[in-house]
């Protein structure tokens, strides 16, 4: 069996780079290893969390918000089966269509271990322990990544899970302790928050969301513990005691000093996540490595072996679907001849929260590291009209854009619906706009999205509603 590619995962970098390839009239084959398509995203990632993010803030909204809009309901009930069950739902008609995408454009699949032989050998490895070699002019690794594990601190997705054992807890523990203020940690704390449960979120940086935008991370996080999560940053634990009915974790200071106990009936370790390359047999097809495991790659994709390309979580870059599947596009194109290419400056990423967040491009401390002179234009939601109509105020805009040149180097946002709102400035990031060119771009009213519209006009400190 010959293809001219073999996608060794099916998450959102491996489908989607086999799609791309078979519409560019390759044959293409795929390897996975576990028993349904679409990787970490749409089994244990993305889609099963923002499906009980979405169901617990509805329940949420039933028991505080409905009553001042006149809507009177009794006290909401939790069926938590239920909800697991519609949350199941969801990944299993996103994987069902993967496999429909697969069979609709002619993708042979091979259910395994993948593993390189050399270049353009991969040999599949079946559940049974039977062994097939493929043969193939290319080859890309979307094998994606894994839990972050913490020394310390065992998993056994029951009482001590990672986020695959948070997306399944049976009933709501009375009191969570989350590992870690990333944005999985505080997705799934806040799920689990709005069924019923106490949350303690302690992080060992000094702040929440490393990476995003500090006065962001700042602001949100005030909005969190007004919905009553509590946070311990700049703190870390140090080992969990599992002997008792209820856990014991032991934390201390970051820097070192006064142990004191946590208790929890369920912690959560959301520390992040590794690159994954178990099983690929790299060390002995000569593929690099760098020197966080992640498999290296030229601007093209290609590691140093030729005729082998990696794309996804497992090479460099943030652990995201969207980034991935933009590089499963980009390299079967190159394949193709063509000229595939991923713009890293515009890359949104989304907390899914309530409020969201959401940004794209450099944020004001990437920018004074960099030296780089910039213009900031802010807008708050408590001005804009839809948001006081819905009374959904919270939050505000932030563009910042080149000083010199007016050019929008970054924007980011906490609000309702920010993630959704982010994607105009996305595409403004991606065509070098100015902020000029998004404020004189015509808004619909009333819509959340003035308030963008208004931020970009407030980088001249000419916004009309304040
Ligand atoms: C709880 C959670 C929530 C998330 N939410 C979001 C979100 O809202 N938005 C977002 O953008 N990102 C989110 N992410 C991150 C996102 O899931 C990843 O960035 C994305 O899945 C990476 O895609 P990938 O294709 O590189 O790898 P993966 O999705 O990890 O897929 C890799 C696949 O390769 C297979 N595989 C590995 N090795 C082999 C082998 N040797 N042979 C055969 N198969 C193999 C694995 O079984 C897996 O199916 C979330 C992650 C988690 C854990």
Redo the contacts with the bound molecule.
């Keep these: 069996m010959s293809y001219d590619l073999i996608v060794?995962?099916?998450?959102?970098?491996?489908y989607v780079c086999a799609i791309r390839a078979a519409q560019l009239g390759m044959k293409v084959a795929v390897?996975?290893?576990?028993p349904t398509?679409?990787?970490?995203?749409l089994?244990?990632?993305?889609i099963p969390?923002?499906a009980l993010l979405f169901a617990s803030e509805r329940f949420d909204e039933a028991g505080h918000a409905f009553a001042k809009m006149g809507i009177k309901v009794s006290k909401p009930e939790l069926d938590i089966n239920t909800m697991l069950g519609f949350k199941d739902q969801a990944v299993d008609g996103n994987v069902k269509g993967v496999s429909f995408l697969f069979k609709k454009n002619k993708i042979e699949s091979f259910q395994?271990?993948?593993?390189i032989l050399s270049a353009g050998k991969v040999e599949v490895k079946g559940v049974d322990g039977s062994t097939q070699t493929l043969e193939t002019k290319n080859i890309v690794i979307?094998?994606?990544?894994d839990?972050a594990k913490l020394k310390g601190v065992e998993i056994d997705e029951k009482r001590i899970v990672s986020?695959?054992g948070a997306?399944t807890l049976p009933a709501v523990p009375q009191k969570l302790l989350v590992i870690g203020a990333g944005?999985?940690g505080l997705?799934?704390g806040s799920v689990w928050r709005r069924l019923g449960a106490q949350v303690t979120v302690v992080e060992f940086l000094d702040r929440i969301l490393p990476g995003m935008d500090g006065e962001v991370a700042r602001q949100f996080q005030r909005m969190l513990e007004k919905q009553g999560m509590a946070f311990k940053l700049g703190t870390k634990v140090t080992g969990v005691d599992t002997s008792g009915k209820t856990l014991k974790a032991t934390v201390e200071p970051a820097a070192g000093g006064t142990a004191e106990t946590i208790e929890a009936d369920v912690v959560l370790v959301a520390i992040g996540?590794t690159p994954?390359t178990?099983?690929?047999g790299l060390a002995e097809a000569g593929v690099t490595l760098d020197q966080r495991g992640r498999v290296q790659v030229d601007k093209h994709f290609a590691t140093n072996v030729a005729g082998v390309y990696a794309?996804?979580?497992?090479i460099a870059g943030p652990?995201?679907?969207?980034?991935?599947e933009d590089e499963g596009i980009a390299v079967a194109e190159i394949l193709a001849g063509q000229a595939g290419h991923v713009n890293y400056d515009a890359i949104p990423s989304?907390v899914?929260t309530f409020p969201e967040v959401a940004s794209v491009g450099k944020t004001e401390e990437d920018l004074k590291q960099a030296g780089v002179a910039y213009n900031a234009g802010k807008f708050p939601f408590t001005a804009n009209g839809r948001a006081k109509s819905n009374q959904q105020t919270d939050g505000f805009v932030k563009f910042l854009a080149d000083a010199k040149t007016d050019r929008v180097l970054g924007v980011h946002i906490v609000g309702a619906e920010a993630g959704e709102m982010i994607h105009e400035c996305t595409v403004l990031i991606e065509f070098g706009g100015s902020a000029e060119d998004l404020a004189r771009t015509c808004h619909a009213h009333p819509t959340r999205s003035e308030a963008v519209k208004e931020a970009a006009m407030n980088v001249a400190k000419r916004a009309i509603h304040m």
């Design positions: 060794i995962g099916t998450g959102p970098g491996g390897v996975e290893k576990w398509f679409g990787g970490t995203c089994n244990v990632g993305c969390s923002k395994g271990v993948g593993r979307a094998s994606g990544s839990v986020s695959t997306l944005v999985i997705e799934l996540r994954y178990e099983g690929l794309i996804g979580d497992v652990m995201l679907a969207h980034k991935a989304v899914y």
